[in-house]
């Protein structure tokens, strides 16, 4: 089981505990509930405590979902993980939408709203908004880790794979010096530069081959620029074909295929550009920060005999990554993105009519839609029984709670008691990991066939 959190009565961090220990501080009264996800507890009085033990925050950016974990780098011992799902196509949702609004605004009989020109500039560095929030999404759980956790340094995955350990990869001629990385820095390349999929049919979404172009039985080397990606069936039907064999029948697809294996994959950063936003901004924090590349995490995760999840993707970052990583018991937090609330002033029907200004008050009764509470209501009631869930206020004090057997309407107030206060967050507790049997100790993936 994750540890739990442990803070003292100036809330600054104390050494995690084990949840039996966490339950017996409980017990004695010694601790109260400080938060309920990510799990804390608050000593309730002053008592001499050693100094934590160092922590390690390694983090793996991915476009929907970022990979978190906590690892103690001495003895291996994944202290806590969670996996934060983005917003990011919700909020650029939300901006076409309001786009579009303004935009009818225009053209129908109504106040007018005067078109903002395109002859502004935006600042350098600037980011999209859906990107951006993905970047401070991350931040944010760093400096809340910060506040109850020692963490001292931090580790990044910064680029899908490092062009260092490809030894010049569309360079001619030069017989590679292979590091244990090789095969996983170059699937990583190749798969970005073949867009992940087969290069002579174009299948998606089924196991890639490293593929020869020109076979190395008819003196094909083994650069770069001479690998492509196959699907299985393709790289068995080419066999030692010559490519212009092959593709005889497909002069166009000979082309594209020719013309890509020469172009070196021009700029892999760009792609990054959020995961260098997040770099710059992690740097600023002080702390020591490590990055990794995707290949050397594979390699790590595949080491390890771990599964792939993005937790484990996220413990097996960088050089730092320890020898053995100790993971079984570890169930991650899964915490999901939900905004806080929206700014849509005025309320429309289904037909986009405008029903009215929205309300000017947020919290009523001392509650706030996203709340997490427990009811217990008395037997008396419709909504008889004991509820725990996200809340949904109302002005007239009856809520809703959604709860994980489906909703309960119509709850009084007086019957709710706070659990923990809306952070536009919402969680759930993941699944443990089974330690797979084998692990195929420093086996780099699919030499060239
Ligand atoms: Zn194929």
């Not at 020692?150 to 010049?168: G, K, Y």
């Not at 867009?195 to 049919?201: D, L, N, P, T, V």
Request: with cysteine; proline share 6%.
């Amino acid at each position: 089981m994750s540890k739990v959190f442990v803070i003292d009565t100036d809330q600054q961090p104390l050494t995690p505990v084990h949840p039996g220990r966490a339950r017996l501080l409980l017990k004695a009264g010694k601790a109260a509930v400080y938060s309920r996800y990510p799990f804390t507890l608050i000593l309730k009085s002053k008592v001499e405590q050693p100094m934590p033990a160092p922590l390690r925050l390694k983090i793996d950016p991915g476009a929907k979902t970022t990979g978190l974990a906590l690892v103690d780098d001495a003895t291996g011992e994944v202290v806590w993980a969670g996996e934060l799902t983005h917003r990011g196509a919700e909020i650029k949702k939300a901006l076409d939408k309001r786009r579009a609004v303004r935009r009818s605004r225009r053209c129908r009989r109504t106040r007018y709203r005067a078109p903002r020109f395109d002859n502004r500039r935006r600042r350098a560095g600037w980011l999209p908004p859906s990107l951006l929030s993905r970047v401070e999404g991350i931040l944010s759980w760093v400096a809340h880790l910060r506040r109850i956790a020692h963490i001292t340094a931090l580790s990044q995955e910064l680029v899908r794979f490092d062009l260092q350990n490809l030894e010049s990869p569309e360079i001619a001629g030069i017989a590679y010096q292979r590091g244990t990385l090789f095969g996983y820095e170059i699937r990583e390349y190749l798969l970005a530069k073949w867009s992940r999929a087969c290069a002579y049919c174009g299948a998606q979404n089924v196991p890639l081959q490293v593929e020869h172009i020109v076979c190395r039985a008819r003196g094909g080397t083994d650069r770069v620029s001479n690998l492509a990606l196959a699907c299985e069936p393709c790289n068995r039907k080419k066999g030692t074909l010559d490519i212009q064999e092959f593709l005889l029948h497909d002069k166009k697809r000979l082309a594209v295929i020719l013309g890509q294996a020469k172009a070196p994959l021009k700029d892999a950063t760009a792609v990054n550009a959020t995961r260098w936003e997040l770099h710059r901004r992690l740097v600023a924090t002080g702390l020591i920060v490590e990055t990794g590349s995707g290949g050397q995490t594979k390699y790590n995760r595949a080491s390890r005999g771990l599964p792939k999840t993005h937790w484990l993707d996220a413990a097996c970052i960088g050089a730092s990554t320890p020898e053995s990583l100790r993971t079984s018991d570890v169930s991650p937090l899964l915490i999901k993105a939900e905004g806080r609330g929206r700014r849509k002033m005025c309320n429309t029907n289904d037909l986009g009519f405008p029903t009215g200004h929205r309300k000017r008050r947020r919290r009523y009764f001392g509650y706030q839609t996203g709340d997490l509470v427990r009811a217990v209501v008395p037997e008396r009631l419709k909504c008889a029984g004991t509820h725990v869930g996200r809340v949904v206020v109302k002005a007239a004090g009856t809520f809703t709670i959604a709860t994980k057997h489906g909703k309960v309407t119509d709850v009084p107030h007086r019957y709710c008691q706070p659990l923990q206060r809306s952070d536009g967050y919402a969680y759930q507790q993941g699944a443990r990991i089974s330690p797979l049997p084998i692990s195929p100790k420093g086996a780099p993936v699919s030499a060239p066939a």
